[in-house]
DNA sequence: GATTCTGATTGCATTCTGCAAGCAGCATGG
DNA sequence: CCATGCTGCTTGCAGAATGCAATCAGAATC
């Protein structure tokens, strides 16, 4: 599964860790959707992914630097799933490329409400997005005067407001 | 060919048109290397993609809006492949995608000093080479008071410097 | 008329993908 | 204790996608 890359030109390294129809939608799922376990990001994915896939992603993932896994403390054979700093940082890409879905593709309403929003919040909102997901994933306290509803709550209640009509 | 999306949401969608190992690649030699025929995608490709997998990404991003194709006047058979304001419109997430490989990925020097001097410019600088962009694909008469070096030409030209060490 | 260049196609082997089914280890409810 | 279900993950298998090499016809060039 090791080769060698074709070169080292940034976009094409990027594409080659996450250039496929999967990777990208699971850190999605994780970074937005807040899915730590295996189970949620199979469950509750939107697209259906397949479970072999998911497993495959996972550990490419892992392998990359993208993901953490360590044992859940509650349950023995539960394994949580942590994003790294690598994968904290790709917040400015998911927000240009869903900012560019949603302005060019056929996105829905209700599922393009959180890429609109992060993309009006800018590169600040972007950042202080980036202090949640650090807190979270590696336990990182994040700046106390940062108070007020999370950003990933807003994105979430936004959401609901637009699903429910 | 034409199946139905998996989901509606942008990042998914965007995926579903770019999330390939080659289409991305194609548009970053249009965009960066101002490359417009079949045979200098084909020739100068920095990783070698084959023929027929270049006709076939060429087509799919023709049908998705990405590119449009017109017959050169001076060479009855060739033809000439022009960015769209949807491809165009990529330059913020190329290097946001640029920038961060630059970061996380072994990418070579000179390589990635254009994706370097594109991230440090900013949104200014990414706002300017869309309209040299524009006024190339699409026709569109640039700002004259945009002088002094294209936007590529400095890329270029930093790629130059750090390539002859 | 031979050669070259154009964009594109074909053959064929390899890899990827995804659905269904199943696995062992652990927890829980009765 | 035993039955059941949940955990992450693996396997089988068929079909689709991918990629490399070789080749193609049409047009321009020499």
Redesign the pocket.
Known sequence: MAEGSRSGCPINLSLEVLG???SLLVLRDMIFGGRR???ELLNDSEE??????L?SR??NLVDTGMLT?QPDPT?????IYSLTEQAIDLVPVLAQLGSWGTRWLPVSAELSIRAQLLADGGPALWQRFMAELREEHLAIPADPALDGQSVRERLQAAYLAVASH
Chains 1, 2 share one sequence.
């Open positions: 496929d129809r999967w376990h295996f189970r259906g992914i397949a479970s072999n896939i497993a996972l550990k896994r349950h023995r054979q539960k394994v």
